[in-house]
Nanobody
Framework: QVQLVESGGGLVQAGGSLRLSCAAS????????MGWFRQVPGKERDFVAA????????RYADNVKGRFTISRDIAKNTLYLQMNSLKPEDTAVYYC???????????????????WGQGTQVTVSS
């Protein structure tokens, strides 16, 4: 059973940076992709970024390209999201997700990820 635990959220001023972490356990992730989604109250959960665990394949939402970087530490089984140049519209609860994928693919739909963390709040003040 996959377990995902996020950390690193908090309050930051616009233009600042945060790094989110997601500690993963419960299985080996060689055939998995992992990703970050975010959600604000009353709206759907939106894709942010994803990475195939054992490759360099990554995908980003257009509104975070050039500002956010997804990465993972295989030895630590930890996923990261480095967020720079943060904007107030980045305020949301950020969720870590994991799911099995075909080799060479990186999903962006929440339905493709079967395991989720509990979320961590990111608040960007103007």
């Amino acid at each position: 059973q996959v377990q995902l635990v996020e950390s690193g959220g908090g309050l930051v001023q616009a233009g600042g940076s945060l790094r989110l972490s997601c500690a993963a356990s419960g299985r080996t992730f060689s055939s998995y992709a992992m990703g970050w989604f975010r959600q604000v109250p009353g709206k759907e959960r939106d894709f942010v970024a994803a990475i195939q665990w054992y490759s360099l394949y990554t995908r980003y939402a257009d509104n975070v390209k050039g500002r956010f970087t997804i990465s993972r530490d295989i030895a630590k089984n930890t996923l990261y999201l480095q967020m720079n140049s943060l904007k107030p519209e980045d305020t949301a609860v950020y969720y870590c997700a994991a799911g099995p994928v075909r080799r060479g693919t990186v999903p962006t739909e929440s339905a493709d990820f079967g395991s989720w963390g509990q979320g961590t709040q990111v608040t960007v003040s103007s």
